[in-house]
């Protein structure tokens, strides 16, 4: 049997890892407490997680249904591992932007583009999370050049595609964006397809790709 107080202590570190909204921690509940199985991560965080909940994560990674089964060695579960068994749920995608400068891009996002910060990683940080109602961008700190030249821009490589629900509010955002003094890659358009698109390019050569339904 593991050592208890070991066993505590992961309790104790995942509970923390929570309340410090360590985002790698929601996967984590997520994959082993059923009521938080369809939940996004910033919802696992936003929800109530107490010691008793972070003690059940730890036994059923362990095998067990409960901590007490865990502590006494019984009752062991039949999925050894302690995780869902049900199939796999794909609880959201996002896209992920390399940048150069951390602290600038998410001045240009928070700023200009109307995102809010929803976390960040590292001291000085080198990741992190920005947010616009159910868009979410994900930027790493990178030190080297990830593409050769303009090549982004010659072949219109995005790095993001963000959908909204009216040909009303893609030109809305669209005008907004205009008027923060946006640098467009592409201004707001009708594609052959019938769908209304813009592409705004961010300070570090990212495009971002804004599409609504034609009106």
Known sequence: MPNIENLKKQAKRYLRW????HHPVAAVIRATQPRFRHLADRDVLDAPFSLADAQELVARQNGFERWEALTTGTH?????TGTISERPYLSGTEAVLYVSDFAASLSFFTGKLGFAVDFSYGDPPFFGIVKRDKARLCFRLVSEPVFVGDIRQREELLSAAITLD??????ALFLEYQAAGITFHQTLKTQPWGARTFIVLDPNGNLILFAGPGG
């Open 18 to 21: 929570h309340r410090e909204r």
């Open 166 to 171: 009216s040909a009303a509010d893609i030109k």
């Open 76 to 80: 062991a579960m039949n999925n050894p």
